[in-house]
């Protein structure tokens, strides 16, 4: 770039920083221990002046910004370590269907394709019952919490603001029929009737709502969620591990691509496989 150009975009963006931070010339001189002239010369429009590297450093750190930024060598204004923290970051997760947080995030994809890899049945296809089964027995504290949270995503999963994907493991479907794992206790009725409300979601609401049975002998996947171009989250149990930068919500949303490519059922055929399932 040339210096003149560099010294119009520095001074472009000192003053976008400068009136994001609500800070004056006299301020920003006084922040940083230098004139106000020396400010005025770098905001000079006719002419524009390029700081030293000490001022570019003393000025990015008074504003909370990049001297990358303000010098154009990058469009990223946060500082590195900022850009860092953002990239990646734990979340604490209470419980993935009685999180807060979780719709916050499907409030934010609105409009772009949500994909999901779920810990054991999907929350928002599961019925009262079953979630109450889970609270009530499992986490005796959480169960109303639970279920206002179902709701809240069966209100967003009908109002149709985005298109979801979910894949999840074929054993996974038919644990739940035999009552085996994690369903084990779990009455043949409500499975019965959690299975049926899953074949019913998956044939009503098709193509918006498309579900994937993917063989965990060939393929495999931790449960994730991509949130549209803007968002990833990795489940671990305690936390979300969310990640913000392009190129790593692309190598997740590239995992989700390849369980559906690997899937043995999908889409029209789930629900009349899920009909088909002895409930033991």
Not at 8 to 15: I, M
């Amino acid at each position: 770039m040339d210096k003149r150009d560099r010294a119009a975009l520095f001074r472009d963006r000192l003053l976008t920083a400068m009136a994001d931070k609500d800070v004056t010339r006299s301020a920003l001189a006084r922040q940083t221990g230098t004139d106000r002239s020396t400010i005025g010369q770098l905001l000079n429009s006719d002419s524009p002046r390029l700081p030293n590297a000490q001022l570019a450093a003393d000025i990015a750190a008074s504003l909370g910004t990049s001297t990358d930024w303000l010098l154009g060598l990058t469009d990223r204004p946060e500082r590195p370590g900022d850009l860092v923290a953002s990239a990646l970051s734990l979340s604490p997760a209470k419980r993935s269907s009685a999180d807060s947080q979780l719709m916050g995030w499907h409030h934010d994809a609105r409009g772009h394709k949500v994909r999901h890899v779920p810990a054991t049945l999907p929350d928002m296809l599961k019925t009262e019952d079953f979630i109450d089964w889970e609270y009530v027995t499992h986490r005796p504290d959480g169960s109303d919490t639970a279920l206002q949270a179902l709701r809240d995503q069966r209100e967003w999963l009908l109002r149709g603001d985005s298109d979801l994907e979910i894949a999840l493991p074929l054993h996974e479907i038919a644990s739940c029929a035999v009552g085996t794992g994690y369903y084990a206790g779990l009455s043949r009725e409500m499975r019965a009737a959690q299975l049926d409300a899953i074949a019913q979601d998956a044939e009503t609401h098709y193509p918006r709502l498309r579900l994937f049975l993917f063989d965990a002998h060939n393929v495999f996947s931790a449960p994730i969620t991509v949130f549209g171009p803007a968002l990833a989250v990795i489940y671990v149990g305690k936390f979300y591990l969310t990640f913000r930068e392009t190129e790593r919500i692309r190598a997740i949303a590239s995992q989700f691509d390849w369980l559906v490519r690997e899937a043995v059922i999908d889409g029209r055929a789930i629900p009349d496989h899920i009909r088909s399932l002895p409930v033991l």
